[in-house]
């Protein structure tokens, strides 16, 4: 695919990820998606004319090649939603990004991902908890993720580090910059032993509105989300309920009930929206990952006879990790109505299972 044009969809004004996947699902590549006339593009499904004309009249594909200049600078990696390297948890939410910008190391794919979010005010008592789960984990082989913000999020990161543990900073502004700039020591030894990622282009600022959005991609990236300190108002209870939403892991620790900074975990442990844990040991325990250093290597199950060809396809893009139905059109290159008849026959064949949300899974 063309990076110009996988670039240019982000940029077309008023169409968002979610419009852009529609479009993606219908047209199957970016550069299929510009070259679409009026009457091609009001075919796809809730787009609207409003939204065609934006793409008929936009000078996204000329900003975008300015924007390859600056990638290409400063060495910047963009992965697309369509492709192998895209995060494979994220590509599962319905709102995740379609192109993210990345550098760094760290496979972003890694087998095992804790998100670690918290209060930027963390207490000095925060602070030691943090640290001492994320010293604990160093045996876990865990990829941290956390938001390079004040407080909790910068502890994890530098703990990480110190313990030798790639940790990737999910940031709310472009690569260009790094905020806030008294983080860009330890923004640079993450590049080393792990990274720096971000859906907003270049010489985008830390505007406000953008944390929330950096928020669900945080949750989207982990396998479990732990709430370290947090108040009963602010971006860790946001990020832990759009975990929830995303089916994820949430962990929180327990603190005084006076104490401002644990009321938020309190919160979350109370209406059973996160697990209590006092440590590494407690969360190694509900995730399982005691008996993962025992396991015995998968046998995979041998494929029942006669399966189609496009069934084999669907097996095939099942193997690397369960995926949703426009996932699955977009790796398959298979129209929805089509796929749609084919999933049905092979989890009768006891092939693969419908999750919730729509996902499918080998058995």
């Not at 063309?2 to 479009?23: F, Y």
């Not at 991902?113 to 010293?135: E, F, T």
């Not at 792990?194 to 953008?210: D, I, M, P, R, V």
Request: with cysteine; charged share 15%; hydrophobic share 45%.
């Amino acid at each position: 695919m063309s990076l110009i044009h996988q670039i240019a969809l982000t940029l077309i004004k008023n169409v968002g990820h979610v419009s852009a996947k529609c479009l993606l699902s219908h047209f199957g590549t970016p550069e299929a998606i510009f070259n679409a006339s009026e009457a091609q593009l009001m075919q796809v499904e809730r787009l609207g004319s409003f939204k065609a004309s934006e793409i008929l009249r936009t000078n996204a594909l000329n900003l975008a090649a300015g924007h390859l200049e600056l990638l290409e600078k400063h060495q910047i990696k963009v992965l697309f939603y369509t492709e192998e390297d895209y995060p494979q948890r994220l590509k599962d939410c319905n709102d995740a990004p379609v192109l993210l910008y990345y550098k760094g190391t760290a496979n972003l794919n890694h087998p095992r991902i804790v998100s670690i979010v918290g209060s930027r005010n963390a207490s000095p008592y925060g602070q030691m908890l943090c640290q001492q789960l994320v010293a604990s984990l160093q045996d876990y082989k865990v990829l941290v993720i956390s938001g390079l913000a004040h407080g909790i999020d910068v502890t994890a990161h530098r703990q990480s580090l110190l313990h030798q543990i790639p940790t990737v900073g999910v940031l709310g502004h472009g690569l260009d910059r790094i905020y806030p700039a008294i983080h860009c020591q330890t923004a640079a030894a993450m590049l080393k032993n792990g990274g720096l990622l971000t859906e907003f282009s270049l010489n985008t600022a830390a505007e406000k509105s953008n944390f929330p959005k950096r928020n669900r991609v945080i949750a989207g990236l982990a396998d479990v989300v732990v709430v370290v300190e947090a108040a009963i108002k602010g971006g860790a209870l946001i990020t832990a309920g759009i975990a929830d939403s995303y089916h994820r892991d949430v962990f929180a620790f327990p603190g005084r009930t006076t104490d401002e900074y644990s009321q938020g975990c309190n919160f979350l442990i109370k209406t059973n929206r996160a697990g209590l844990i006092n440590g590494a040991k407690d969360l190694v325990y509900y995730m399982g990952w005691e008996a993962d250093e025992v396991k015995s290597p998968l046998v995979e199950k041998p494929l029942p006879a006669g399966l189609s060809a496009i069934e084999m396809t669907v097996v095939q893009c099942l193997k690397a990790a369960p995926l949703s139905m426009d996932g699955l059109t977009l790796k398959a290159g298979i129209q929805q109505h089509k796929l749609a008849l084919h999933l049905l026959s092979l989890e009768m064949k006891g092939v693969i299972i419908s999750l919730p949300g729509k996902i499918y899974q080998l058995i």
